[in-house]
């Protein structure tokens, strides 16, 4: 009698503290988003306090401020320098209770956060670094790449221009994880497809003379000189290759990856041509064109938002709609993100589509061409179309994944 009456008080109790525990999780509703970013380097301009202004803009989209919830967005300083991002995240993490890191450009820095937020049950919303390792090798349950990654870039423009007659090759590459990752995922597109690779050489992050570097690409013959860089490393060569004549000398130029801040930057006289791949340009379509008018009045530098500011945006947005879903906020990263690959994702940016297991957005990608100047109609207008590449065949399929969470 006494036992059972003992296992009834117990239950009762358990229930009570379960009841207690969902009404405070249930009522929980704040969030805090910490933008990881490059504020005053290569990266700046392509990511930086654009992001943080895309963010925000996602924040009050969401509708959820007028639902009574608390959300705040800071910002901070990676310096394309892996122990500062990790340094920075932590004290976000330990001391001021941040939820979310998103953005992180450069795949060092986001490879490192990474670890940290699976160690801290916190959540990676990457949308600023390309290693395809972050889906890949070095997944786990609480990080997300949401934008590109080196696969889709390779896929897009490596297999493009080896296919157009382009079957050799020699990269310039930024010596650090994004840019090995880009040159190994080029390299194996390249070769797959009848390519072969005579070189190539590796450049300081945030280099401000090729010459050296130019010259060995010159000197190799190969058709196509492959860039795998990004942000101010991209424009330098490109500008320092077209006063060593790379181009009249009969070589192509590849930008593997080119945002329009850079081509911005360039000028179509010195860009036009360039085939590149994206998943976002502001003039695809009316609510591209609707958000991005939106996002340039805000941004500083009053520029039109890259691919990555963008899917800042849309990563953001998600992940408040996985929150919102889940009643409140658990503070529970794993738990989090599992809700956000459970719900069908849908934004007027990159639409509709699938948030994979591996952690993976699946969205089209979009093979572009600089336009001539004379082809442009105005500020900003400085893509044509020239493919579109089916979400599936944009992400490495699942069954060649080397992601643990995959099941095979």
Same mark, same amino acid.
């Given at each position: ?7 009834? *008080? ?11 525990? *969902? ?42 401020? /007028? ?15 892996? @122990? ?15 939820? &979310? ?12 956060? *990474? ?6 049950? %916190?959540?990676?919303?990457?949308? =600023? ?47 650090? $994880? ?42 190799? +013959? $190969? ?23 790379? &181009? ?6 590849? /930008? ?5 801040? @850079? ?23 009316? @609510?591209?064109?609707?958000?991005? %008018? ?9 520029? +039109? ?32 993100? %599992? +809700? ?18 591996? =952690? ?16 442009? +109609? ?31």
């Amino acid at each position: 009698m006494t036992t059972t009456f003992a296992r009834r *008080s117990a239950a009762l109790l358990a229930f009570a503290a379960f009841g207690f525990s *969902s009404s405070a999780y249930a009522q929980d509703k704040t969030a805090k988003i910490g933008v990881l970013t490059d504020m005053s380097s290569l990266y700046a301009d392509i990511n930086g306090p654009g992001a943080v202004v895309a963010i925000k803009m996602a924040v009050e989209d969401s509708g959820l401020l /007028a639902k009574g919830w608390k959300i705040d967005v800071l910002g901070g300083d990676h310096q394309n320098k892996p @122990d500062v991002g990790v340094n920075v995240a932590r004290q976000w993490i330990d001391t001021e209770k941040v939820d &979310v890191i998103s953005d992180t450009p450069n795949s060092g820095v986001a490879l490192a956060i *990474s670890n940290l937020v699976k160690e801290k049950n %916190a959540i990676l919303l990457n949308s =600023g670094a390309a290693s395809a390792d972050l889906t890949g090798k070095a997944c786990n349950a609480n990080t997300i790449s949401y934008t590109y990654d080196t696969y889709m870039l390779a896929n897009g423009t490596g297999k493009a221009l080896t296919k157009a007659g382009g079957d050799t090759w020699f990269f310039l590459t930024a010596d650090y $994880a994004f840019g090995a990752a880009l040159e190994r995922d080029t390299t194996a597109v390249v070769t797959a497809n009848g390519g072969k690779v005579l070189g190539g050489v590796k450049h300081p992050l945030n280099t401000s003379d090729f010459s050296s570097f130019l010259l060995q690409a010159q000197n190799s +013959k $190969a058709k196509i000189v492959g860039l795998a860089n990004a942000g101010g490393d991209t424009t330098n060569s490109i500008k320092q290759a077209s006063e060593f004549g790379i &181009v009249e000398g009969g070589q192509k130029l590849a /930008a593997l990856l080119l945002f329009i801040n @850079d081509v911005h930057s360039l000028g179509l006289k010195t860009a036009h041509g360039l085939t590149f791949t994206e998943s976002f340009y502001w003039d695809l379509n009316d @609510d591209t064109r609707a958000w991005s %008018a939106r996002f340039q009045e805000r941004a500083a530098n009053k520029a +039109k938002p890259s691919m990555t500011q963008a899917g800042n945006y849309a990563a953001v947005r998600h992940y408040l709609k996985a929150l919102e879903a889940l009643g409140g906020n658990p503070h529970d990263g794993a738990k989090v993100v %599992a +809700k956000m690959k459970e719900l069908p994702t849908d934004d007027p940016l990159f639409g509709k589509g699938p948030l994979r297991e591996d =952690g993976r957005r699946l969205i089209p990608a979009y093979l572009f061409e600089v336009k001539k100047p004379e082809e442009s +109609k105005g500020p900003w207008d400085y893509y044509k179309l020239i493919a579109t590449i089916p979400a599936e065949d944009a992400a490495k399929p699942l069954k060649d994944s080397d992601c643990p969470l995959v099941k095979k």
